[in-house]
């Protein structure tokens, strides 16, 4: 069984985003200017695309890493990052 690691540092980030996406829900509530949500909106993605960039490091450096011991291994990793990458290309 693979060990993941741990990314629990994530957690308050996350927890922001989530308070993050409550005040869009309100402004859209209350009618807000366009572009004011629009700034909130861009916020919150540039916030989860910090989340992906960590966690996305953690797994280069422990996930990888540690299969470059055994090629099979190495190969099944590379493979699922490009299908990763493919399957998400923005």
Do not use: T, W
Not at 8 to 23: F, H, K, T, V, Y
């Amino acid at each position: 069984m693979e060990n993941h690691p741990n990314h629990m540092e994530n957690i308050p980030r996350l927890n922001r985003i989530a308070g993050q996406i409550e005040g869009i829900k309100k402004m859209i509530q209350d009618g807000r200017y366009c572009p004011e949500i629009i700034s909130q909106l861009r916020a919150v993605r540039s916030a989860v695309k910090a989340v992906e960039s960590n966690i996305l490091q953690k797994h280069l450096q422990q996930c990888v890493a540690q299969s470059f011991a055994s090629g099979e291994d190495r190969d099944k990793k590379i493979a699922e990052l490009k299908m990763l990458f493919d399957k998400f290309d923005d």
